[in-house]
């Protein structure tokens, strides 16, 4: 058992280490676009399938509550928390349109869509990011090692480089702590 433990403490250290290196140009570019999305007066829409719907949730959480500073809340939503909306649309049209027929009712050109996979190749996600980019939305799309379909459909891609499903969740959540810790940072500076 120690040794698992260790082995896993070693592989997370590792794919953050490579993130450091590989990711900090594109971090700054993503936290840029969050900034510009929000002071234009636009809002963000999250979604992802299973630990990345919780991801989803969790960004925007804490866009609209706060992450660390007292400041007004941020226009964010996770298409991941209506069931009413997952069960009727799965229901009536596919689970590959959950996200896709929530984008169409909600997103304004202008706004920002994020999906985030795992694997890059949630089909529902992929149609989700077809769907923002028809209405005028920027997109951004959390991938693992393998970039996936998701990658050709979206505008900024940020890849944890690991092919071990917990790794990449362990890098989506930092990258998601780190984006809103830069974006409260930018606009928030003065308060």
Known sequence: ???????????????????????????????LLLKATLEDGHKILIAGNGGSAADAQHFAAELVGRFLKERRPLPALALTTDTSILTAVGNDYGYEMVFSRQVEALANPGDLFIGIS?????????????????????????????????????????????????????????LIHLLCDLVERQMFSEE
Request: hydrophobic share 35%; with cysteine.
């Open 118 to 174: 795992t694997s890059g190749n949630s089909e529902n996600v992929c149609r989700a990011l077809d769907a923002a980019r028809e209405r005028g939305c920027q997109t951004l799309a959390l991938t693992g090692g393998k970039k996936g379909k998701m990658s050709q459909r979206a505008d900024q891609v940020l890849q944890v480089p690991a092919e071990y499903t917990p790794f990449i969740q362990e890098g989506h959540l930092l």
């Open 1 to 31: 058992m120690q040794q698992r433990i260790q082995s896993h403490f070693k592989g997370h250290i590792a794919t953050i280490s490579t993130m450091s290196e590989q990711l900090p140009g594109q971090i700054e570019t993503i936290a």
